[in-house]
């Protein structure tokens, strides 16, 4: 059977460095604001530790991209072998344009779900995200645990609509 690869983790790469260098450089801003500001009046005081807290969150931010990064690397590592379904796309349930709605389909018994507001690695494309996943489709899914890491698309595209 031959199948075209839509999504593939391992050469897609890390999408959110951003988040990280931006975060870093936030971060250290504020860092630099809590030092530069004078904290004697009750106005640079609360400026003072609002840059702290500020620095706090965004560090925390850096720190849930690192590990998401991480759980990337798992999932490409070569140690990772990726578990294989194949079969007609079934029971579509595309997520609304708006919010962190879940989309969800099955391939046989396995359901296969993902958000595509999520920050974590993996294929996460809705339909209103132009996903070309439809009901009656044949594909490939390469998926460790609940992350699909591969997506083929195989045979001919059925009709458009969901």
């Given at each position: 059977?031959?199948?075209?690869?839509?999504?593939?983790?391992?050469?897609?790469?890390?999408?959110?460095?951003?988040?990280?260098?931006?975060?870093?450089?936030?971060?250290?801003a504020g860092l630099f604001l809590f030092f530069l500001i004078?904290?004697?009046?009750?106005?640079?005081?609360?400026?003072?530790?609002?840059?702290?807290?500020?620095?706090?969150?965004?560090?925390?931010?850096?720190?849930?991209?690192?590990?998401?990064?991480?759980?990337?690397?798992?999932?490409?590592?070569?140690?990772?072998?990726?578990?294989?379904?194949?079969?007609?796309?079934?029971?579509?349930?595309?997520?609304?344009?708006?919010?962190?709605?879940?989309?969800?389909?099955?391939?046989?018994?396995?359901?296969?779900?993902?958000?595509?507001?999520?920050?974590?690695?993996?294929?996460?494309?809705?339909?209103?995200?132009?996903?070309?996943?439809?009901?009656?489709?044949?594909?490939?899914?390469?998926?460790?645990?609940?992350?699909?890491?591969?997506?083929?698309?195989?045979?001919?595209?059925?009709?458009?609509?969901?």
């Amino acid at each position: 059977m031959k199948c075209s690869t839509y999504f593939d983790m391992a050469v897609s790469g890390f999408q959110n460095w951003g988040v990280v260098l931006s975060g870093i450089a936030l971060a250290l801003a504020g860092l630099f604001l809590f030092f530069l500001i004078d904290g004697r009046s009750t106005r640079s005081f609360l400026y003072k530790w609002a840059a702290l807290v500020s620095f706090i969150v965004l560090l925390l931010s850096v720190a849930s991209a690192i590990r998401g990064y991480v759980h990337y690397r798992e999932l490409t590592s070569s140690a990772t072998s990726p578990e294989i379904a194949i079969g007609v796309v079934k029971d579509l349930h595309q997520a609304g344009q708006l919010g962190k709605q879940i989309e969800s389909f099955f391939i046989d018994d396995k359901k296969f779900s993902y958000s595509g507001t999520s920050f974590e690695p993996g294929f996460h494309q809705t339909f209103a995200q132009g996903s070309p996943l439809r009901n009656g489709m044949l594909i490939r899914v390469h998926y460790v645990g609940d992350t699909i890491v591969k997506l083929e698309l195989c045979g001919p595209m059925p009709a458009p609509g969901p």
